[in-house]
C-alpha cells in the first residue's frame, strides 16, 4: 500500500509536469521539420527551452502565442564553417548570422581557432552570444603553438606535443579538426602529420574539415588528399567551401563531384559545403608564393625589401594571372586593408591607379607587394563559374556555409556572403531559380549540417529537441546585401528563436542573447554551458 501511495504521488507529478503550460506555441505554421519531407500544418509548443508538443492545429495552448500567419516553420539554420573568433565581444548579438536565420555556427575552420577549448567555451557561455557556437581545434594554430611559423617539419618531440594539444581540446568540447592547407604554417605541413592529428580527433569521434591545399589547377589532387586522410585515420570528411577557382578551371565540377561521389560509395563518410557566390574571400597572402610568408610579418617585411624577391614575386603573380587568362589584377578587390581603410572596396588595379603607376599588371603587382608589407588585407577575388556554383549546389550531401565572421555593420567591405548565405540560397537558387526545392534546401541548412556535426538535439523539428526554430515567408525572404553595399541585413525572417527565447520579432532583433556553447562528444567530463 505504501509503495502504492508513493507511486501514485510520482505520477501525479509527472502529470502535473506534462500539463504545465506550454512558454511559447507558434501556431498556424507550415511546418518544414528538417528531414526533406514536405511541410504539414501543425502548432508546436515549446518550454524550458526545448519543444515540448508537436500537435495538429488548434489543439496545443501556451503562456505566448506566436501567430505564423501561413509563414514557414523551421529548425534554425546551422553554418558549418564560419571563423568569429575575435568579434565575439565586438558583436555578441551576431545580427548578421541572426537575420539570415542562422541559430548555430561552428568554428575554428580552416585551421584557425582558439587552442585552448575549455578556456574558449568557457569564454563563450560567460559572453553569452545570440547563436549557439561550436568549435573545431585548428591545425595551423596547433602547429604555431609548437613549431611557430617555420618552414619545416616536426621532430618526433614536436609532433607528440601537437597530437597532445589536439587531444586536449577533443576532450574539452571540440567537434573535430580543421586544417587550412593554403595557409602558413599549415602549408609547410606534410600529409603525414595531418593524418597523425585526425587520427586524435578520430579517437573522440570527431569531424576532420579541410580547407585543401589547392581549389584550383590542382584542385583534384587536393581533393584525394583529404580523402586519404579520412581513410587513414578512420572519422568522417568535410571538404569546406567545394569550388573551382579561376576561369581556367571552370566547367571542372563535372569531375570534382564524382570523386566525393565515389568516395561515398566506397563507405567513406565525406560532405561538402559550399557559399552560393562566385568569388571567394581570404587573405591577400594567398597571391604569394608559400616561402615568401614563413616566420611572421617582420620576416615578410625584410623579404620584400629585396630587389631580387621582388622580382621572383611579379615572376610568380604574373604566371598566375596568365592562367587566369586576365590582363589585370581587377578581380581581386580589398575588403578590409587596416593600413589604409580608403582602400577598402577597391580592385589592386584601381589602387594601382591611385598611386599613379602604369596600367600594367607588373605595376599591380609592386601595388599588392606594398599592402602586404603594410600589414596585409583581407580580399575578395572574382573567379568562379556560376554553372558550378549550382552543379555542386545540387548535390545532395552539401551544406550552406558563409565562411564569414560575425560582421561590424558599416566596417570594411566584406563579402556579402557574410550577410545574405542563407536567403540567397533561398531566394536565388530556390524561388527564382528553382536548382533546388525549398525542402531540400532546408534539410542542408539544418538536419544535414546537425547530423555531421554530432549536435544530437539540433537541426530537426522533433520534441525534446532544442527549440531554435525560424519562421520565413518563402515568397518574400530576400539577400540584401551586394559586393558594392555589403552591408545590409536579408529581409523575410519573420521570428528566430535560439534556445526557446524569441530574438527576432517581427523582422527585428531584440538584443536577446540566448545562445549557448554546444560541445563535441569526446567531451571528459559532463559540463554546463
Known amino acids: ?60 495552448t501556451g503562456t505566448r502565442t506566436i501567430d505564423a500567419a501561413g509563414r514557414i516553420v523551421a529548425p534554425g539554420f546551422i553554418d558549418v564553417h564560419t571563423h568569429i573568433e575575435g568579434e565575439e565581444m565586438k558583436n555578441p548579438t551576431a545580427d548578421n548570422f ?17 587552442t585552448d577549448i575549455r578556456k574558449y567555451l568557457a569564454q563563450l557561455d560567460s559572453i553569452r552570444l545570440s547563436i549557439n557556437v561550436a568549435t573545431l581545434i585548428g591545425h595551423n594554430d ?62 573522440y569521434h570527431g569531424v ?45 565540377s563535372r569531375e570534382t563531384l564524382p570523386m566525393i561521389m565515389r568516395a561515398r560509395e566506397e563507405g567513406l563518410d565525406v560532405t561538402i559545403d559550399q557559399y552560393p557566390y562566385t568569388a571567394s574571400s581570404t587573405s591577400l597572402s594567398t597571391l604569394f608564393p608559400d616561402e615568401m610568408l614563413a616566420d611572421g610579418q617582420d620576416s615578410i617585411r625584410a623579404r620584400l625589401q629585396r630587389p631580387e624577391v621582388r ?20 578581380y581581386a578587390v580589398v575588403a578590409f586593408h587596416r593600413a589604409d581603410t580608403t582602400y577598402n572596396g577597391k580592385s589592386l588595379e584601381a589602387i594601382n591607379l591611385l598611386k599613379g603607376r602604369k596600367h600594367k599588371a607588373s605595376a599591380e603587382t609592386e601595388t599588392a607587394m606594398d599592402l602586404l608589407s603594410a600589414g596585409g588585407a583581407s580580399m575578395v577575388f572574382h573567379g568562379m563559374g ?20 560575425i560582421r561590424l555593420f558599416g566596417v570594411g567591405a ?29 534539410r542542408r541548412m539544418t538536419s544535414l549540417p546537425a547530423q555531421k556535426f554530432g549536435l544530437r538535439d539540433r537541426g530537426l523539428l522533433r520534441e525534446g529537441f532544442a527549440a531554435d526554430i525560424v519562421i520565413f515567408d518563402e515568397k518574400l525572404v530576400q539577400d540584401m546585401s551586394t559586393y558594392e553595399q555589403p552591408h545590409a541585413y536579408s529581409t523575410g525572417f519573420a521570428y528566430v528563436l535560439v534556445n526557446g527565447q524569441v530574438v527576432v520579432e517581427n523582422g527585428t532583433h531584440l538584443g536577446t542573447r540566448s545562445g549557448r556553447p554546444l560541445v563535441g562528444p569526446g567531451i571528459a567530463t559532463v559540463k554546463t554551458f
Request: with cysteine; aromatic share 6%; proline share 3%.
Open 386 to 405: 556560376d554553372e558550378d556554383v549550382k552543379r555542386i549546389m545540387q548535390y545532395p550531401f552539401n551544406m550552406f556555409a558563409s565562411d564569414a565572421s
Open 98 to 114: 541572426i537575420h539570415d536565420g542562422v541559430t548555430t555556427v561552428v568554428t575554428g575552420n580552416c585551421g584557425a581557432s582558439n
Open 208 to 252: 576532420y574539415a579541410s580547407h585543401m591545399r589547392d581549389e584550383g589547377d590542382s584542385v583534384t589532387q587536393a581533393i584525394e588528399e583529404a580523402l586519404h586522410i579520412g581513410r587513414e585515420a578512420h572519422l568522417p570528411v568535410e571538404i569546406s567551401h567545394f569550388k573551382l577557382s579561376g576561369q581556367q578551371n571552370w566547367g571542372r
Open 311 to 330: 622580382r621572383q614575386v611579379t615572376a610568380y603573380m604574373l604566371a598566375k594571372l596568365k592562367k587566369r587568362k586576365l590582363k589585370h589584377l581587377d
Open 142 to 203: 596547433v602547429r604555431r603553438a609548437v613549431l611557430g611559423g617555420a618552414n619545416r617539419q616536426p621532430t618526433e618531440a614536436e609532433m607528440q606535443r601537437m597530437e597532445a594539444i589536439v587531444d586536449e581540446a577533443m576532450r574539452n568540447g571540440a567537434v573535430g579538426l580543421s586544417t587550412g592547407l593554403i595557409y602558413t604554417p599549415g602549408t609547410y605541413s606534410k600529409t603525414e602529420e595531418v593524418v597523425r592529428l585526425a587520427k586524435v580527433a578520430s579517437r
Open 1 to 60: 500500500m505504501r509503495a502504492f501511495f508513493f507511486l501514485l504521488l510520482f505520477c501525479s507529478a509527472s502529470n502535473a509536469r506534462a500539463q504545465a503550460p506550454a512558454d511559447i506555441v507558434i501556431v498556424n505554421g507550415r511546418v518544414l521539420d528538417g528531414t526533406g519531407n514536405s511541410w504539414i500544418r501543425a502548432d508546436i509548443a515549446i518550454r524550458d527551452g526545448k519543444i515540448l508538443k508537436i500537435g495538429a492545429p488548434g489543439t496545443l
Open 414 to 442: 566584406p563579402h556579402p556572403r557574410g550577410y545574405g548565405t542563407n536567403a540567397r540560397v533561398l531566394a536565388k537558387y530556390v524561388r527564382d531559380e528553382h536548382v533546388i526545392s525549398l525542402e531540400e534546401a532546408i
